[in-house]
């Protein structure tokens, strides 16, 4: 034998190795495969679960102010066709309508929770004089349609939303 046939016959593996190297190759490939896949696919859902549920709690929290100005326009409603004192009672047991009064009138029959202005300090007066003075402003917001909703710039920066109707 030449020394060329003896390192080649050295060097060379079995049938049986290659045969496991190839497979062991194949298996490592196709489990590395299926846990990359598996990582991505779960990642992926995730965030998709929290689009999901995200999504879920803004639709619920539409539902909610929906219902809550909905509730406010039957309330408001309710004290527009009811007697001066009858009214005031209405809305002494809500506590989510601030104020209230037709801008037809002189603001004298106006409807205000001092309770909840006292919290910041502010008078009766001081809440007719700024009412007053956004009077036509107001008044622009309902023409444009029969329910209205705008926020209600003051003064004070009071997170307060106006209904017209």
């Known amino acids: 034998m030449s020394t060329h046939e003896l390192a080649r016959q050295q060097s060379s593996f079995s049938i049986r190795y290659k045969i496991l190297l190839v ?3 194949l298996l490592f490939a196709c489990v590395s495969a299926y846990l990359y896949l598996a990582v991505s696919f779960f990642k992926q859902d995730k965030v998709n679960l929290v689009f999901e549920y995200n999504k879920t709690s803004v639709e619920r929290l539409a539902a909610e102010i929906d219902r809550f100005f909905s509730n406010s326009m039957d309330t408001v409603d ?43 300090g502010l008078s009766s007066d001081q809440i007719k004089k700024e009412v007053f003075a956004q009077r036509k402003e107001i008044d622009s917001y309902v023409q444009k349609q029969k329910d209205s909703l705008w926020p209600f710039q003051n003064q004070w ?6 209904l017209g109707r």
């Not at 920066?157 to 106006?162: E, F, M, N, R």
């Open 78 to 120: 309710l004290v527009a066709q009811s007697s001066l004192q009858k009214g005031q009672q209405i809305l002494k047991g809500n506590s989510h309508i601030v104020l209230y009064g037709e801008l037809s009138k002189d603001f004298d029959n106006l409807y205000i929770d001092k309770d909840f202005f006292k919290t910041y």
């Open 23 to 25: 497979i062991s190759f």
């Open 157 to 162: 920066d009071i997170p307060l939303v106006s």
